[in-house]
């Protein structure tokens, strides 16, 4: 046999080879995708457990979304229909609690009005739904953001609501997508209807009254591009908040000493200190979100090679004007090493010296701040691994400024600077990475460049500190 | 509802989807497991793994080119992934029996003999011959997609025509 033969006979008896599989497979197919989801969730929260727990104490205590967004899931818990014409009738939407369940009793209400040509006017968003086999609804959902629009429940512009609402709800974005698309390709509606909410008792009451179809046709078909769009934003979890812990490495630029010209030339060294905090980000678009937060953070860094003693006769002279000395370090004379060597040539100070032997050792400054960022979060990969530049501005609260000297093991207290400002500000840049666990959860990694503007008010020399944090995180979605 | 829901919300982990999005490929896709696995039991496991990996997966699907085509390719590498992991098991599995005495209609007989040939080839022929002949892969691509040279690509394939040469012989001789 010819070796093409014999390809072409498995080829033309094979290649196309189909075969259903026993019921069996499917089921065990079934099994392991349950099984994953257990495994995926389950350890992922008993480790985000005490995170979750402290989150739910800032959110009661705190409550940052107010109560207009908090309770929005909660709205749409009854609809009702309190007017019914001769073609509509009584419709219940069971109680909606969570997003997925959010989509099954509107499906339910679609199977339930197939026979009757019903379109529903609700909350959020309008949505038009109609089922395949040409049973024509509409689904408008309208919320109490609407609620200043009267003329809306009578006109029912479409593109109105669209614009009015876009201010989202999870379990109605995704109720809209459902039902949108295969409303939008043969919708013919004949009636429709607007539910008006009871804002007070936070449940939804549908008010029917008849509308012209063809205002509300035309409407859709004009937004259609739009509104998809729009729903694909609506999906995302626009809110997203969580904890975030960075070490901070503080510097300088440029030689310089924000406390005394003396130190100028001395070396500096930055130190490593720790920022945590809590963030917030919303967002604005599908690649844009802002975000803000509160941080604390610590700057620090040492001059290098300083001579200090203690003299008895303490004067002005020796104090150094940016430093507001403790009550204790009156006395204390600190200079740099080489002026110190310097002046030891000098025949007033060789007494003065020998009388009390200086310590060497190392001047400390340390700050603290609340930082309160406010900074645009680009998205340049948007999966499931993300990448994001990070770029905006930092205000700083000043809560604690010490100046301390160190020598072997020895901590002396100064006191204070004074030439530190109580505000300032800082622009930051950086680069973010995050990884999605869940639509939900999502840890971050940001290495982020902060260029401190006025953190002094007079320094001596260029001394321009910046500081470079990487911050990690996760973020709750919601 | 069209594919481009389907999938869509198959990637949402709706898992009415998930079943009509099986029940829709599953044919051509064990079909293919029948032919690269050595018997029925390991295509069905075959085909499980892949279908796994479709949903854990499916969310890097963006429309862009067939979604036939990419499941296709879940499938095969499933299946090499397998078979390249037992490498030192690369031996001829005395599986006659077992595929011979399944009952078919005289109308079907060679088409389930021909897969029966093809199963019990050496994983390795196999593997070749199926990524040569049935889905029109190069030596070059099959030797990347099994981690060895291209020559070794074609001996395989020659190796594998010459076994299923004598089968089909022997068997027309049994006929006669």
Known sequence: ?????????????????????????????????????????????????????????????????????GNETIIITDIQNTKTDNENDMKEISPISE????????????????KSKTSLAKSTQKTISK????????????????????????????????????SNQ??????????????????????????????????????????????????????????????????????????????????????????HSNFATNSKSGSLNLSYGLQVSYGVSKKLSIRTGVHKVDFGYDTNDVVFSSSLQASTSDLIDNIS???????????????????????????FNAASPALEGRMVQQMGYLEVPLELNYALIDKKFGVNVIGGVSSLFLIDNS?????????????????????????????????????????NLEP????QLNTFSETAGRFRPYSIGVYSGINFKF | MSLEELIDNCKKGQRKSQEELYRKYSGILFGMCLKYSRNKTEAEDNLHDSFMTIFDKIGQFNHKGSFEGWIKRITVNTVLQKYRKERHLDVVTENYGEVMDVEVKES?????????????????????????????????????????????????????????????????????
């Not at chain 1, 009871?198 to 409407?219: C, F, L, P």
């Not at chain 1, 004009?222 to 503080?250: C, H, L, T």
């Open chain 1, 325 to 351: 000395y403790s009550q204790a370090s009156r006395n204390l004379v600190v200079e740099s090493k080489s002026r110190s060597q310097a002046a030891t040539n000098d025949v007033a100070f060789s007494e």
């Open chain 2, 108 to 176: 079907d007989i060679s088409l389930s003999r021909l897969l029966a040939y093809i199963q019990e080839l050496p994983n390795k022929y196999r593997l070749t011959f199926n990524l040569y002949v049935m889905d029109g892969h190069s030596h070059k691509e099959i030797s990347e997609m099994l981690g060895t040279s291209t020559g070794t690509s074609k001996s395989n394939l020659a190796r594998a025509r010459m076994i299923l040469k004598e089968k089909i012989e022997k068997e027309n001789i049994n006929i006669a």
């Open chain 1, 170 to 259: 999870q379990a109605i974005a995704e109720v809209s997508t459902l039902n949108e698309k295969s409303s939008l390709k043969n919708s013919q509606i004949e009636n429709q209807n607007s539910l008006e909410i009871d804002e007070e008792n936070a449940v939804g009451q549908v008010d029917k009254t008849n509308g012209t179809k063809k205002s509300i046709y035309d409407a859709i078909a004009e937004q259609n591009q739009d509104e998809k769009e729009v729903i694909i934003e609506k999906n995302q979890n626009r809110w997203a908040m969580g904890p975030s812990v960075a070490p901070v490495y503080f510097d300088a630029q440029g030689q310089g000493s924000p406390i």
């Open chain 1, 99 to 114: 997003e997925k369940e959010g989509v099954q009793p509107v499906e339910v209400t679609s199977n339930s009005t197939e």
């Open chain 1, 448 to 451: 982020v460049f902060k260029y």
């Open chain 1, 131 to 166: 089922d395949n086999k040409d049973q024509q609804q509409g689904l408008v959902a309208s919320n109490d953001n609407i609620k200043t629009k009267k003329e809306l429940s009578n006109r029912l512009q479409m593109a109105e609501i669209q614009n009015d609402t876009i």
């Open chain 1, 1 to 69: 046999m010819e070796k093409n033969n014999l390809d072409n006979l498995f080829k033309d008896n094979l290649k196309n080879f189909n075969e259903v599989p026993e019921e069996g497979v499917w089921k065990k197919i079934e099994a392991s995708l349950d099984k994953n989801k257990k495994n995926r969730v389950v350890p992922i929260w008993w480790q985000l457990g005490g995170v979750a727990a402290l989150l739910a104490i800032l959110f009661y205590v705190v409550n940052p979304f107010g109560s207009n967004e």
């Open chain 1, 403 to 443: 100046v301390s000297l160190e020598s072997g093991g020895l901590v002396t207290e100064m006191g204070s600077a004074n030439n530190v400002n109580n505000v300032n500000f800082s622009t930051n840049v950086g680069l973010g990475f995050n990884y999605d666990f869940s639509s939900k959860i999502q840890l």
